[in-house]
């Protein structure tokens, strides 16, 4: 069974850093494009950053470039997201995806708080 197992979410102080896990199982990890989305309340998903299991190419949102960062460890399975500097506009749940070709999983959401 596929599976991405997200973890690391928690409530921070603006200014503050969380680093987000997501380890995989069930299919070919380093054949994906394996990323980060998010979802804040009452607001559509968008994603936050990914990254190509070939060449590591990495994609950031806007919102979040110099902020944050991604990275992978295709023995592992695993992918993470440093979150710096996290910001009141950063609270949302995040979820781990992977996709390549026509296949796409989705991992549960971790959910991230930041006051002000």
């Known amino acids: 069974d596929v599976q991405l197992q997200a973890s690391g979410g928690g409530s921070v102080q603006a200014g503050g850093s969380l680093r987000l896990s997501c380890v995989a199982s069930?299919?070919?990890?380093?054949?994906?494009?394996i990323g980060w989305f998010r979802q804040a309340s009452g607001k559509e998903r968008e994603g936050v950053s990914c990254m190509d299991g070939y060449d590591g190419k990495t994609v950031y949102a806007d919102s979040v470039k110099g902020r944050f960062t991604i990275s992978r460890d295709n023995a592992k399975y695993t992918v993470s997201l440093q979150m710096n500097s996290l910001q009141p506009e950063d609270t949302a749940t995040y979820y781990c995806?992977?996709?390549?070709?026509?296949?796409?999983?989705w991992g549960q959401g971790t959910v991230v708080t930041v006051s002000s």
């Open positions: 995806n992977a996709r390549w070709g026509g296949a796409e999983y």
């Open positions: 069930g299919f070919n990890f380093e054949r994906y494009i």
